[in-house]
């Protein structure tokens, strides 16, 4: 059994970057496919795709590469489930002074602190990504 899933969400990508892999496979859940609609809408990544077998399924993600450099430059998890990590709508965190993206769980969803930042509210900082 696995205590944080989505460390090892990001360690896979992390890794397969690394290994200059096109693309990785992923044991798919909600928050998952949340934080890859991000990445995929924020242009981190090419493309993806949820395949459903059996109990969990899969999430195949196609890595973004610009002359042998990755799109994702850096992966950081912040909130882990020994210490959970919160800000309120005024306190949302920037990263890169707005170049990176900031991966919030708020009552409105998976969104990220630009979003949160107009919608008003706060939530758990999952993760950055630049």
Do not use: F, W
Not at 33 to 47: A, H, Q, V
Request: aromatic share 6%; charged share 25%.
């Amino acid at each position: 059994m696995m205590t944080d899933p989505i460390a090892d969400y990001l360690t896979r990508l992390r890794n397969a970057i690394l290994a200059r892999k096109k693309v990785v496979e992923i044991p798919a859940s909600g928050l998952k496919k949340d934080i890859t609609r991000i990445l995929y809408d924020k242009g981190y990544i090419l493309s993806y795709k949820t395949e459903e077998d059996g109990k969990q399924g899969l999430i195949k993600i196609a890595l973004k590469y610009n002359n042998r450099q990755s799109a994702i430059k850096e992966l950081t998890r912040v909130s882990t489930p020994g210490l959970r990590q919160y800000a309120h709508a005024g306190e949302l965190p920037r990263v890169l002074n707005g170049l990176g993206v900031a991966i919030i769980s708020t009552s409105k969803g998976v969104i990220t602190d630009k979003e949160a930042r107009t919608l008003g509210v706060g939530g758990e900082v999952i993760c950055y990504v630049s």
